[in-house]
């Protein structure tokens, strides 16, 4: 048996750092109107099959105690936990710094928005931003 806890649903693959989407959004609903959500998407350009490094990646690069969670396509989505839509810039400027290191920083692009009364929705709004967001960069508001 192993020991790893394993997540199976909505996760892109069994990553054991991440937390289910259930999980993500009872934590939000927790954390009221200093959180944001933070979106990384993955270039299409990158298979399918090594979306999972990147999710990996992007788990390891963020703050501690955050939730990640991820969906099938490998984006990735961060709970900023306190201090907004600044706070979640600056996790994502931190993540594209260290993605630099290993020159994979155009291959993501991130978008944050302020968590409101429904994390669906916020994670929604982070998503559109991510997909306008040239490479590298960050969509706060559109």
Do not use: K
């Amino acid at each position: 048996m192993s020991p790893w806890h394993l997540v199976t649903s909505d996760a892109i693959s069994l990553l054991p750092w991440a937390v289910t989407r259930a999980e993500f959004l009872a934590t939000a609903r927790d954390t009221g109107g200093d959180g944001a959500c933070l979106v990384f998407v993955i270039s299409d350009e990158i298979p399918p099959g090594a979306r999972a490094g990147y999710a990996q990646l992007i788990i390891a690069y963020a703050r501690a105690n955050e939730p990640v969670t991820i969906d099938r396509e490998g984006t990735s989505v961060l709970l900023i936990t306190e201090g907004g839509v600044e706070a979640g810039a600056t996790v994502a400027d931190r993540v594209f710094g260290l993605m630099r290191r290993i020159s994979l920083e155009t291959t993501i692009r991130a978008g944050v928005a302020a968590l409101g009364g429904d994390a669906e929705v916020s994670i929604a709004t982070a998503r559109r931003r991510a997909e306008l967001a040239a490479p590298s960069s960050t969509v706060l508001e559109g």
